[in-house]
């Protein structure tokens, strides 16, 4: 038959895709020439470890090498053979073992940081740590917290249900599981801020699973909206009043009324300041942004002809 290439990843022949990972993983890691440097044999056998986890991982070649063994393999299918399908140019080991290696790992240098940590059977994953340096991460999942004004002015503590695929025990199957991210809101968090939980995304086993990021976004309130550490309110003021003058009453966030008076003429653009009202500074709680009040000037829909005459002779000056 030539060359065994079951026996150089110390297999059968009943030996199953998992099985044959599994064996790959251990063996490449073991005879790397990074880790055996100047070893000629062990960079050999790392070369025919590579050249028989590409025909055995490849279920058309296996079939082919099963079948007709190396030479039916390299040379081609014997004619008259009746392998429908089978190539007859034959098949070479295009002699990149390195690029098998990276191609498993997913991985440009996956032997940083890990040398000291290689020992036992490494079958638990690459190298059995936590997958720094060796395994590309996928991107990140970014969603979006949506968080009311009164939530982020008291804080609050928010659970979030994710389902993500999880690696089963075997480190080959997985499942789709539910899982609870706690988020404890700070007082004054502004929109945009980025909340990270490192590593909780789909689990596989040869990537890195993604970072989950949630994004706080504001949800729209009936009173206010917030710019920086300030709130803004608009307040609806009848015609009459923006040029004698009102009081205006704004319930807080807090559950409090205030009752600002406003005795200045409210012309289009006036805005009424109030320290200290605003939105909580998230380093510095105890500080508050300011209140703005802006105004919408409520014109009449229609005035009689006494009352226009009244308000010409009231605003001729």
Known sequence: MGVDY??????????TDADIKKSYRKLSLKFHPEKNKGDQISADRFKQVAEAYDILSDPRKRAVYDQFGEEGLKNGVPEGSGEAGAWTQGYTFHGNAEKVFKDFFGGDNPFQEFYDGVDGDLSMGFGG???RGHKKQDPAIQRDLQLAL???????????KISRRVMNEDGHTSSIRDKILTIIV????KPGTRITFPKEGDQGPNNVPADIVFVVKDKPHPRFRREGINLIHTAKVPLGKALTGCTVEINTLDDRVLHIPINDIIKPGYKKVVPGEGMPVSTEPSEKGDLIIDFDIEFPPALSPERKDMVRRALLY
């Open 150 to 160: 009164e939530e982020v002015f008291h804080g609050c503590t928010k659970k979030m």
């Open 129 to 131: 740590l936590n997958g």
């Open 6 to 15: 079951y026996n150089i990843l110390s297999l059968t022949r009943s030996a």
């Open 186 to 189: 700070k007082k004054g968090w």
